[in-house]
């Protein structure tokens, strides 16, 4: 079975932090931007932050940028690879479900990553709530 899988959601107090992952299952991400969405409450799905193949170039929504900072690491015993969202200074707009895509388009944009019609298998994201 194909699939992404979001873990590290959970509550958090305004200006604290948490860490989201995105492992795969089924597929491989070796070679594919991947991307962070969110979706609240009522609200239509956005695109948070997306990264190259090569993790060199990110891309961030103005909403988080200086906030949230997105990785992806290989783990050294199952040399599969995650791909990481650092989120700080948290704050209670940023209360949604989280999701990881990949890019369907390759290891990297050429002008804008955040259209989700680019992205082709997504996790069953993972819940993050920001309370006051």
């Known amino acids: 079975q194909v699939q992404l899988v979001e873990s590290g959601g959970g509550s958090v107090q305004a200006g604290g932090s948490l860490k989201l992952s995105c492992a795969a299952s089924?597929?491989?991400?070796?070679?594919?931007?991947m991307g962070w969405f969110r979706q609240a409450p009522g609200m239509d799905r956005e695109f948070v932050a997306a990264?190259?193949?090569?993790?060199?170039?990110?891309?961030?929504?103005?909403s988080v940028k200086g906030r949230f900072t997105i990785s992806r690491e290989r783990a050294k015993d199952t040399a599969k690879y995650t791909v990481n969202l650092q989120m700080n200074s948290l704050k209670t707009e940023d209360t949604a479900v989280y999701y990881c895509a990949r890019y369907r388009r390759g290891s990297r944009w050429y002008s804008d990553p955040t259209p989700q019609r680019d992205y082709d298998y997504w996790g069953q994201g993972t819940q993050v709530t920001v309370s006051s």
């Open positions: 089924g597929l491989t991400f070796s070679g594919y931007a």
């Open positions: 990264i190259g193949w090569a993790g060199t170039t990110t891309y961030y929504a103005d």
